[in-house]
C-alpha cells in the first residue's frame, strides 16, 4: 500500500511539473509575441518593404551586388515586416535575416524624436575607449523569437519573427530610424547581406523610396544626411583600427562606397 502511495504522489509531481513547465513555456511566448495589427500602423507593409529593398539592392552599392535581407521594426522593438530580395531565401546568406532585425532593433533603440543614430555611426562609440564602450553586449539577440518557427516562411508576409521583439546591438552599417513626414520617429529598419558598407547604402536608399527620412538631427556633421555613415577614421602605423576624430566613424569598405555615401539622397 505505501509503495502504490510513493509512485501515486511521484507520478502526481511530474504532472504538475510539467503542466507548470507548459505554462511557463505558453507565457514566454506570448510575452514574446505581440499580435496587434494596430502596432505597425504607419510603417511599411511586407509588399511596400520588399518593393523599395529590391529597387534599392539593384542600384551600386559600392559591394558585391549581393541579395539581400531587410527588417522593419516598431517603436518597441516589435518586428512588423522581414524580406529579401532572391528567389529563395537561400539567395542570401541565411545568417543575414537576424542581422537585419538586430540592425533594426539596435537603430531604434537608440534614436530618439530629436536625434537618429545609426548603426554605422556606432561603430566608433563601442571600441574600447569609446564613448559607448560595451553597448554591443547590452541587449542580446532574442533567439527565440530570430529562429522559430518554419524556415519556408521566413522573408514572407508570415515570417515567424513578425510579432515578436527580437533584440540585439549591432554596430555596423545597415540600419537606420524611421521618422515621418511628421518628423515622428516611428521605427527602423535593418539590411544585411552585402558589405557594411553597402547594407548602409541599400538600408538608406530603401528608407528613401519609403518615404520615412525625414531625419531631424544626427552626428555625421552633414545637416543634408544627418545619420549617414561617417568615414573619418584615421589609421595610425601598427594599427588596424585607427581613431575616428569625430567619435563616430566606420571603417572604409571600398573607394565605391564611399563615394555613393557621400551622395546618398538628401533628408526632405
Not at 542600384?59 to 551586388?65: D, H, I, P, T
Not at 518628423?183 to 547581406?193: E, M, P, R, T
Not at 547594407?199 to 531631424?216: C, G, Q
Request: hydrophobic fraction near 40%; proline fraction near 6%; charge should be neutral.
Amino acid at each position: 500500500m505505501r509503495n502504490k502511495l510513493r509512485v501515486y504522489l511521484l507520478l502526481s509531481a511530474v504532472l504538475c511539473f510539467l503542466t507548470t513547465g507548459m505554462a511557463f513555456a505558453n507565457d514566454g511566448d506570448h510575452d514574446n509575441d505581440d499580435n496587434n495589427p494596430a502596432a505597425c500602423n504607419g510603417l511599411p507593409s511586407h509588399a511596400q518593404l520588399e518593393t523599395a529593398l529590391k529597387a534599392a539592392q539593384s542600384q551600386a552599392n559600392g559591394g558585391f551586388g549581393l541579395n539581400m535581407w531587410a527588417t522593419v521594426v516598431n517603436r518597441d522593438g516589435v518586428v512588423c515586416a522581414v524580406a529579401f530580395t532572391g528567389g529563395n531565401r537561400g539567395d542570401q546568406w541565411p545568417g543575414s535575416r537576424a542581422i537585419s532585425a538586430q540592425k533594426a532593433n539596435t537603430a531604434n533603440a537608440f534614436s530618439l524624436p530629436g536625434l537618429a543614430l545609426s548603426t554605422a555611426n556606432l561603430y566608433s562609440a563601442v571600441q574600447p575607449g569609446g564613448s559607448l564602450f560595451g553597448l554591443q553586449f547590452s541587449n542580446p539577440v532574442n533567439t527565440d523569437v530570430a529562429y522559430r518557427g518554419d524556415p519556408a516562411r521566413y522573408g514572407k508576409t508570415d515570417d515567424p519573427m513578425v510579432g515578436g521583439k527580437v533584440g540585439g546591438v549591432n554596430v555596423f552599417g545597415g540600419g537606420l530610424a524611421l521618422y515621418n513626414k511628421s518628423k515622428q520617429l516611428i521605427g527602423a529598419v535593418g539590411v544585411s547581406g552585402d558589405s557594411s558598407c553597402a547594407d548602409h547604402n541599400i538600408a538608406w536608399r530603401t528608407r528613401h523610396t519609403l518615404t520615412l527620412d525625414y531625419v531631424p538631427a544626427g552626428v555625421s556633421g552633414d545637416p543634408t544626411r544627418p545619420d549617414n555613415i561617417v568615414y573619418d577614421i584615421i589609421k595610425a602605423p601598427n594599427e588596424m583600427e585607427g581613431v575616428s576624430t569625430g567619435g563616430w566613424g566606420h571603417p572604409t569598405c571600398s573607394s565605391a562606397a564611399t563615394g555613393i555615401a557621400a551622395a546618398l539622397p538628401v533628408i526632405p
